[in-house]
């Protein structure tokens, strides 16, 4: 009975590759994010979208598109990866008060 | 200089210990502040959040807002073995749905 879904949780691939992770929340939320923390926990904010509608775009290369099929689902698609994308990937969710953001487990990406 | 800046830690206390752990920020037009707690392995989970100034408890979680000097406080009392995590200060401001974090501090309570 997961809230917030990602896959996949682990992801090993070599540079130059093209990837994509998943993300479904079942709790009814219009806005869900995507999130980089890096190996000092640093968590930073990718991407928002309220109702399949992009509200956040923080300074990521282009590289990095996000995709709002319907506002249940998040995904993101990642280009020619490099070495600098190796990080923990979260999708997170919330109501319209964004303090209560519902994270889900993190997508663990290594580029080789 | 990131906008929101926490000790990494770790921070290693004796169970039933106070756990005592701070924030300080840079952007005036933070409004709200928030704690989230990960384990190891995990996404973050909200544990406390408060409005402007001042102080909040929950159970055994007190956390403490002073705009004027910019800084925030989560005070953890009695603590357990299964408060070791990392914990994440994160601010917005009034308008929009961004949460800045902080580093986040990692919490090891012995038993």
């Known amino acids: 009975d997961t809230a917030v879904s990602q896959t996949p949780k682990y992801l090993v691939t070599q540079m130059g590759n093209d990837k994509s992770i998943k993300c479904e929340q079942n709790?009814?939320?219009?806005?869900m994010y995507w999130y980089k923390q890096d190996s000092k926990k640093f968590l930073k904010i990718m991407f928002s979208?309220?109702?399949?509608?992009?509200?956040i775009n923080e300074t990521v290369p282009n590289r990095f598109s996000p995709k709002s099929p319907d506002k249940a689902h998040l995904n993101l698609h990642i280009n020619s990866l490099e070495l600098g994308d190796s990080a923990v990937y979260f999708c997170?969710?919330?109501?319209?008060?964004?303090?209560?953001?519902?994270f889900g487990p993190g997508t663990r990406l290594t580029v080789l | 200089q990131k906008e929101v800046e926490q000790d990494p830690g770790p921070l290693s206390v004796p169970e039933g210990a106070i756990v005592s752990l701070n924030c300080t920020y840079s952007?005036?037009?933070?409004?709200?502040f928030m704690w989230y707690r990960q384990y190891s392995r995990k996404g973050p989970e909200l544990l406390m959040y408060?409005?402007?100034?001042g102080n909040k408890e929950d159970g055994r979680f007190t956390a403490q807002v002073d705009k004027s000097s910019k800084y925030i406080s989560l005070f953890i009392r009695d603590s357990q073995p299964s408060d070791s995590a990392t914990y994440l200060c994160?601010?917005?401001?009034?308008?929009?749905?961004?949460?800045?974090f902080g580093g986040g501090t990692r919490v090891l309570v012995k038993p």
């Open positions: 709790l009814g939320h219009d806005t």
């Open positions: 952007n005036s037009a933070f409004q709200y």
């Open positions: 997170a969710s919330s109501p319209p008060v964004a303090d209560t953001q519902y």
């Open positions: 408060t409005y402007s100034s």
């Open positions: 979208y309220n109702n399949k509608e992009l509200i």
């Open positions: 994160a601010c917005r401001n009034a308008a929009g749905n961004k949460l800045t």
